[in-house]
């Protein structure tokens, strides 16, 4: 049950809503985000939820019987839209492409890849500064240092920033420098770092688990935005089968229910969902036509001699042409009026 | 290695082929379909194929190395068309709608359905009557007198028949009245079963197995030809993950690795991809965007009353809506030139 | 509801009995085996099967809500104990084990691989002289002429047979060489095969599919129990996933649910279940300390040269060693009481 | 490849090493741990490592071509044994039991459980303080208070802790209360805890990843070696799949790889590998005989009361039970000299 609580309501109405949720049964917790202040009641017991409707103080009332509540479209039914922005928007009809390295390797290459994406108008780029590493020999990115670098020319060419964060003591330092906070699939259920992530004011895309169920990806958004923060997309990016020719068996599945059971934004990452350069068109394209609100793709001047994932990454001339394909998708869906 | 004969070749000229190829220990399998005669080789030894290649009676010679060799791209690198006739083609630029029921359950529902396919212009009818079911207590279908009915109306409206066959027997019986036999998911490794349909001249659409990998997929294909039948499409219809939100995980990878790997059409199956009715126009049209050569869909005039698969099954109305969907998808993938 | 029959019902006693079941809506399946008469009755009307269990004619009455019936432990709780003569016995308190190789390749092999039995004094040889390989170019068995060739020396010698059969058209030819029928994972919801395998008083040792859930399996063998044939063992032979260390998953916790749900012998197949040789032994006594009735294992003189499956199979010191530890390890778990 | 330096290496003698190994192109890393010092070189240039093992201030040198270098059993063939004081050991030989409530719940509750286990003589006590739960709404453990409460109760009866450690922070304050740090399966590959317990002197139990390879697995354990700390155990707990008759899918394939390719103890978790109370006797024994150094089990006065995983959790009955039937499986293992 999500309780809507008018913004000034006093401690008096406070205390009497939470009497009548204990008298029933129901154990209660504050929220309060940018955007609103809600209590999520928890409990068993059927009762009339006019009596609580009716309260002063209490602006609306909604049963969820979901084990997600805040990030359920049961309540919400309006998609949210992610503002970051300069006019850059995703959701609710907002539609963008995130597009760069895996990883942040040096100062030419942040150049090089912002002109790409400035010569294709695209607003958001990605990549690694904090890299998440099977083996702890491997290459583990630039760090905060990375960060500055690449933050200094983003923000000189009107580019906003999506990168990873790994660990609750990095949100800090990379608060002023990022757009968007990336949670990877295997922080998907650190709920440390989601909590956290819920206390500050900046959007938060959270990629499903390796082997994530969506309901798992739902309940790990919806630790953020019960922490405070509202501000979240949903991301796709290829599920573990026992299928060898590729990389990660993308979930198109995933696009439409996701969509219909939450309000968020939904981002779909072809380059890991399916991990092989030459396809990774055709991935996009369906996750596009299928309701995606943003596609994020690894992008590299020259894949071959990147740090990381090189074999899942397209090159400029690739990249130019997805992203004019993905434009015609999208106009074709929003003209269809789906 | 695949030889292609010249289709005069003399009996001496074979010995002489046959010899050679033995004298590099290579096993071979004398392959003959409707529209060539072909050697398989197996073998591990490196020779010169051009001497292979100019001996007389040879028209063509190509390595191999995967598993599967007829159904590859890398000998036969044009795509194969399927033609029913009567102008229904599918496949090397042919694009189809298959709909009907699960189930064929009537003679009402035949005429419905026909007349349903009739409005929207679609040519091929899908439906069964022999089920496979989990349960020996569930419905199994009508038979051979429910295809022979479904026939005679059919025939008469210019409508062409898929239906799926379950064991040898019942191969030459169905014969004369079916379009394109169905191999199901279950049977996708009942090689008895493939090498039947290798010996018949009609077309066959071979579903992946619940778990079957892509190779095995084509290898299963590869039964087909190398008993002599070309005429073979693949179907993608979902694969069994640990995901509880949905029936099947829809593989949208298969799509464009399938194309790539094999000369033979990509159909997709969204009603068993996804198993849920609301969400099967998202992955139809994203099986076309990323390059489905036809769609097999499972319509009926009352899906709550249906005999099965009712869950997944659209009515009249969502069927209408979608196939124009699909063909407006299809019109833009082409004129992209992808 | 299974409702036992009396063997000496009369026809009217049995029309009263489908009369009150069509009064309540029960759909009807008769099902007559070695043992005896059984009427399935499937509805959702609730009654007082009391009404029924004092009819005359009636042995006994049972609700098993499953999906599976005739299967299912709630109607039967002894064990089935399947016997194939000579004192030789699976399940209900007698294990066994099988050995012998992936595919019956000469005489040579034959008679080495009954001296290696007879040395240890194992009862049953298994063997394949139909193959189902992904291949079409790969091996395919010595059919049915080396069935006889192995008959010949395996009754000289008092060794039981079990051995794969593909197709119905196999059954009958086969029917006096072999003791039990095997049904191969691809094979395993192959319902014609099923069909017919209930048809006849041979038993029948039922491979979990590929990727087969365990109702499924039991579904598979309510259809050979209710054709008729009740002696019938599951196997569980590991599952598809996506560990790539080894071949299959295999699935111990099949184990013991397998003997809950149902009275039926399971064996294990711990060479499949692995497929790394040296790992075989590991996965044998754990599917006996869990509960199997049975083991089935690969065995050849010479693994390294034998025609399939060699990676898994175990040599004669090998399979000697094995042997000891697995009747240790059942004699231990007999000694607890489980 | 693993250089084992001598303790009293000179720095001139580390100099000329790292310089050697830097004219042939590989990278390295040094490593100091409770144990050793080392360092992981990482290269492809082939060359003769003679040239190095003569250096002086070397011990030893191997090659190790997995993508695990430290953990790996191709350099330390001798199982690693974890000595938590008092004579309770775990690994090469010593076998152990680790038991006790999903979470800790009150101070009644661990005197309770401290009981049973000295009435069982099992030393080591399991439980959770800090829990990752799907949900934000539900119990995420009595924390820091409860960890010290238990301490009080367990050290006064001689009784070892282990208990899930979530994130870097806690590591700290945790430390002086706990004898074995549990990593969680959703905190498989969450390196920078991983990392921060390579730094601390105290036992780590690594869970496998909830869809975790082994490779991953090992690679994870690698982290905290290649840290500083070298007293590691690998947990096998059941992995993700399609079944639905169960939890989760006990992988019994492990125990023996795992033991093949890493000199590391490794304990199961039946209680979550399968899911359900009354199947994980069958489980635990499973994992006993194929190799298990330790089983770790939940265990509650009154399941049905437990805050969490009542269903998969043991009575005191069943826990005596068990016990016994497990100390009888490793006694039977370790007569017959596996």
Known sequence: MIIQLESDISEEQLSRLEEKLASVQYKTNQVTTQNGRYIIGVGKQEFDIRSIGTMSGIRDIHRVSDAFKLVSRKW???????????DVCIGNGAFQIMAGPCSIESEAQIESTIQHLLDNNVRIMRGGVYKPRSSPYSFRGLG????????????????????????VDQIEPMMDYVDIFQVGARNSQNFNLLDALGEVDKPVLLKRGISGTLDEL???????????????????????????AYRNTFDINAIPILKAKSHLPVVVDPSHGIGVRRYVDAVAMAGVIAGADAVIM??????????????QTLNYQESATLIDRLRQTRALRESMGV
Chains 1, 2, 3, 4 share one sequence.
């Open 76 to 86: 919400k039914v309006h998609e949210t839209q992610i503002d970051l922005g300069d």
């Open 144 to 167: 905060q240092e990375g960060l500055k670098l690449w933050y200094k020319h983003a923000r000189a060419n009107g580019i906003k920033i999506i990168t990873e964060v790994m660990m």
């Open 218 to 244: 739902l309940q790990a958004a919806e630790y953020i935005f019960s922490n405070g923060n509202e501000r979240i997309m949903l991301c796709e990016r290829g599920i573990r089968s026992y299928e060898k």
């Open 298 to 311: 690894e992008v590299h001047q020259c894949p071959e001699k990147a740090f990381s994932d090189g074999q």
